[in-house]
């Protein structure tokens, strides 16, 4: 978003310990040119190439030595990442299959996994642990606005509570950032449906790129016109795949 170097600047001024999610990588990424040639020029990466720049070398420097886990000091039996072990593109979700759930808290040195990337809150006590994804303080996907975030609590005995918490802030203050900013206009399409997902605290960018992919055509500000005609974000995750997909049907047939 607008905001990416303040948030680092105040996180590494908290002294609050971090880990890399996969956004974070594609800001390094951008900013370092490790990317298709073509994604440095294609108007469709606008709002990449942006935040990248509005980072800066010595934080973006930071960023890519962030690590992928983060185990709480004073209680390393707290595992921290942004998805999962396996990757920080790979959610939990309310319909992760119990196996694999109980895959990732099968570590005996892990009674807590706190994880995040879906932008959805949840919580499962599994038996060999509890699974929280703790949501998102400025992005959130479930319709409520608020910041979200989560508090841990371990008793005296070793047990382990969990309070999953919504703040009211200042939203309109945040939108007026991305037109003050220049982040909007610089941005296009993909400006233009984060600005959609903080008004609604629901998915569009993720949609709209899917739609564009099964229906062919350019991910441009035309086409993404054309899908918020049709788009409906109150849906359900499986809801909303499968209206995507009987959108795109008919944008085949004509």
Same mark, same amino acid.
Request: glycine residues 8%; negative net charge; proline residues 5%.
């Given at each position: 978003? /607008? %905001?990416?170097?303040?948030?680092?600047?105040?996180?590494?001024? !908290?002294?609050?310990? @971090?880990?890399?999610?996969?956004?974070? =990588?594609?800001?390094?990424?951008?900013?370092?040119? +490790?990317?298709?040639?073509? &994604?440095?020029? @294609? =108007?469709? &990466?606008?709002?990449?190439?942006?935040?990248?720049?509005?980072? #800066?070398? +010595?934080?973006?420097?930071?960023?890519? #030595?962030?690590?992928?886990?983060?185990?709480?000091?004073?209680?390393?039996?707290?595992?921290?990442?942004? #998805? $999962? %072990? @396996?990757?920080?593109?790979?959610?939990?979700?309310? &319909?992760?299959?119990?196996?694999?759930?109980?895959?990732?808290?099968?570590?005996?040195?892990?009674?807590?996994?706190?994880?995040?990337?879906?932008?959805?809150?949840?919580?499962?006590? *599994?038996?060999?642990?509890?699974?929280?994804?703790?949501?998102?303080?400025?992005?959130?996907?479930?319709?409520?606005? *608020?910041?979200?975030?989560?508090?841990?609590?371990?008793?005296?005995?070793?047990?382990?509570?969990?309070?999953?918490?919504?703040?009211?802030? =200042? *939203?309109?203050?945040? !939108?007026?950032?991305?037109?003050? $900013?220049?982040? !909007?206009?610089? #941005?296009?399409?993909?400006?233009?449906?984060?600005?959609?997902?903080?008004?609604?605290?629901?998915?569009?960018?993720?949609?709209?790129?899917?739609?564009?992919?099964?229906?062919?055509?350019? /991910?441009?500000?035309?086409?993404?016109?054309?899908?918020?005609?049709?788009?409906?974000?109150?849906?359900?995750?499986? +809801?909303?795949?499968? %209206?995507? %997909?009987?959108?795109?049907?008919?944008?085949?047939?004509?």
């Amino acid at each position: 978003g /607008p %905001q990416g170097a303040a948030v680092v600047d105040r996180v590494r001024e !908290l002294g609050w310990p @971090s880990v890399r999610g996969n956004h974070e =990588d594609y800001l390094v990424a951008f900013s370092r040119e +490790e990317v298709d040639p073509d &994604w440095l020029v @294609s =108007d469709h &990466w606008n709002a990449s190439r942006w935040m990248a720049a509005e980072l #800066g070398t +010595e934080r973006v420097d930071h960023v890519a #030595g962030l690590p992928m886990e983060h185990r709480c000091v004073k209680a390393p039996e707290l595992l921290v990442v942004h #998805g $999962t %072990q @396996s990757s920080n593109t790979e959610g939990v979700y309310a &319909w992760t299959e119990n196996e694999r759930l109980d895959e990732l808290v099968s570590d005996p040195g892990i009674d807590v996994l706190a994880c995040a990337h879906t932008h959805r809150p949840l919580t499962f006590e *599994r038996p060999g642990g509890l699974i929280v994804n703790v949501g998102s303080v400025g992005l959130p996907f479930n319709a409520d606005w *608020r910041a979200q975030y989560a508090l841990f609590d371990r008793d005296a005995f070793g047990g382990w509570s969990v309070e999953l918490r919504k703040v009211a802030y =200042d *939203r309109e203050r945040f !939108l007026q950032d991305y037109e003050e $900013t220049g982040f !909007l206009a610089a #941005g296009g399409v993909t400006s233009a449906l984060l600005y959609k997902e903080v008004e609604h605290a629901r998915p569009f960018l993720v949609p709209f790129l899917k739609w564009a992919e099964i229906t062919e055509v350019e /991910p441009n500000e035309e086409h993404m016109k054309l899908f918020l005609e049709r788009f409906d974000p109150t849906l359900s995750m499986k +809801e909303l795949w499968s %209206q995507l %997909q009987g959108i795109a049907r008919k944008e085949r047939l004509g």
